[in-house]
């Protein structure tokens, strides 16, 4: 009898444990889904108050009362609204204003969100030349914008995951100021590329193959030297083309805003937002490497630097919520042991990808005073702040 009841009791622990472990790999694989998902569709979580003399007055949140200069968008009949919106004129614990700059308001009460992007479609909107082509690449055909120049050292502009080309539009003309070439380049899953053989982001692991595309396709159309610029997931991609390609050489600077320097602290950091168990996010790293065969290792910048390590310029917000900082100051910090030249720059309070927005003017000071240091072939190490 005693017999039959440790039975029965060891038969239904191992019931429940099964079921436990199975629950917690089915949500392992859920994050793993939204991790790897490209269709990535927009949200708007602020609301619109008031619109009246000039100002637009949002309900507060956090993201509402970043600093700087935002674009406001919003879902409309013919796609998608835009304004502009400057720094904050007033706030208060219920409404946030802001003077409108470019646009017109949408009505009071319309879902609305900050955009850190507030130019639309292409470089006209900042007053440039440009031209769209395509690159010919591993899957297909990708579509880029070519905004021509007199020098010969070109930029590489390479956005973040499930962001678009629109991302590089803040930066184009202090980098066309400087004479260089641009290059603003998709990469597969974007709108108008090809779509990956599985349909899925690999998280820069074989995105970077279409930056090498990009990158010969600047070659072979006068580029002597190459400058990349990437945002977010592009510091990802970028640095695994550092590490891999043989185009790397050619690289003679890279510039990366909020980068993804270690994807085990973004997904720590991602979990967070999401109020998720801490031991989920190791789980999904184990699911994420069995589905597309990414070795998170080498996305690990700090213990694993690429082969080609470049000059190379990183601006973080310490107020970044979807890419943590902490890894940035730590590749940093470790960079002079590692024998790659770099520059770091923090800024405040400002949100993921928006250190232009807080402060456009000290920002592109930072990146063409950096650019200007290397084709100068001055010392280039350091670290500082930016705004107030």
């Known amino acids: 009898m005693l017999l039959r009841r440790v039975g029965a009791g060891l038969g239904v622990g191992l019931g429940v444990g099964a079921g436990v472990g199975a629950g917690a790999a089915g949500i392992g694989w859920f994050y793993s889904s939204v991790l790897l998902d490209t269709s990535i569709r927009p949200v708007f979580p602020d609301r619109v108050l008031a619109a009246a003399d000039g100002t637009v007055t949002l309900a507060a949140s956090r993201l509402t009362a970043q600093p700087g200069t935002w674009g406001l968008r919003w879902a409309d009949p013919s796609g998608s609204g835009l304004a502009v919106l400057g720094p904050v004129a007033a706030e208060n614990r219920r409404e946030v204003v802001r003077p409108l700059l470019a646009g017109a308001a949408p009505e009071p009460g319309t879902a609305v969100v900050l955009d850190a992007g507030p130019y639309d479609p292409d470089p006209s909107a900042r007053g440039l030349r440009f031209e769209n082509v395509d690159v010919p690449g591993p899957l297909g055909s990708y579509p880029a914008w070519w905004v021509p120049a007199d020098g010969d050292t070109w930029v590489v502009l ?154 190379t310029f990183v601006v973080h917000s310490a107020g970044d919520t979807a890419v943590p900082v902490a890894a940035s100051r730590a590749l940093a910090a470790a960079a002079p042991g590692l024998g790659w030249p770099m520059r770091y720059l923090e800024v405040p309070l400002a949100e993921h990808t928006a250190s232009w927005n807080a402060d456009p003017v000290a920002y592109e000071r930072a990146v063409t005073s950096f650019l200007d240091e290397v084709a100068e072939g001055r010392p280039n190490e350091g670290a500082g702040t930016m705004g107030g």
């Open 158 to 311: 390479v956005h973040g995951r499930g962001g678009a080309r629109r991302e590089a539009l803040r930066i184009l003309p202090a980098l066309h100021g400087r004479g260089h070439p641009q290059l603003v380049i998709t990469y597969r899953n974007d709108v108008g590329a090809p779509p990956s053989p599985d349909g899925r982001y690999h998280l820069g692991d074989t995105e970077w193959e279409d930056v090498e595309a990009a990158v010969r396709f600047a070659a072979d159309h006068g580029a002597r030297r190459i400058v990349l610029y990437g945002w977010s997931m592009g510091g990802a991609v970028t640095a695994a083309f550092l590490d891999r390609s043989a185009e790397a050489q050619r690289v003679a600077a890279v510039v990366w805003d909020a980068p993804l320097v270690d994807w085990r602290t973004t997904l720590r950091q991602q979990a967070r937002n999401r109020r998720l168990p801490p031991w989920l996010s190791p789980l999904a790293c184990v699911v994420t490497s069995r589905r597309i065969g990414i070795d998170f290792d080498r996305f690990d910048l700090r213990r694993n630097p690429p082969a080609v390590r470049p000059p």
